[in-house]
């Protein structure tokens, strides 16, 4: 069975920080481009991250570029969500994917999600 797992997600204050992973079980991580959604209530889930399978190169949304950072592990089979100067409208539910390719509109897997809530 080919599945998705996000974990790390949890309170955080503003200014702080929390890492967030993405583990693939049935299928090798590092054969895809792993995307990063977030969703907030009330508003469209949006692509912040991606990191493509091969050359590992990353590419961010305005709204967090400067502030995450995404990477893979030494194994290929995680890729870590590094996010730095957290602010209250980064709260959301946030998502790993995999697709082909980061220019790629499909995704072939969804993880289930971890919720990042930021607040003091």
């Known amino acids: 069975q080919l599945q998705l797992a996000e974990s790390g997600g949890g309170l955080a204050q503003p200014g702080g920080s929390l890492r967030l992973s993405c583990a693939a079980s049935?299928?090798?991580?590092?054969?895809?481009?792993i995307g990063w959604f977030r969703q907030a209530p009330g508003k469209q889930r949006e692509e912040i991250s991606c990191?493509?399978?091969?050359?590992?190169?990353?590419n961010y949304a305005d709204s967090v570029k400067g502030r995450f950072t995404l990477s893979r592990s030494n194994t290929g089979n995680t890729v870590y969500l590094q996010m730095n100067s957290l602010k209250s409208e980064d709260t959301a539910l946030y998502y790993c994917?995999?697709?082909?390719?980061?220019?790629?509109?499909?995704?072939?897997?969804w993880g289930q999600g971890t919720q990042v809530t930021v607040s003091s």
């Open positions: 994917a995999a697709k082909r390719h980061c220019v790629s509109v499909d995704v072939l897997h």
């Open positions: 990191i493509s399978s091969s050359a590992g190169i990353t």
């Open positions: 049935g299928f090798a991580l590092d054969r895809y481009a």
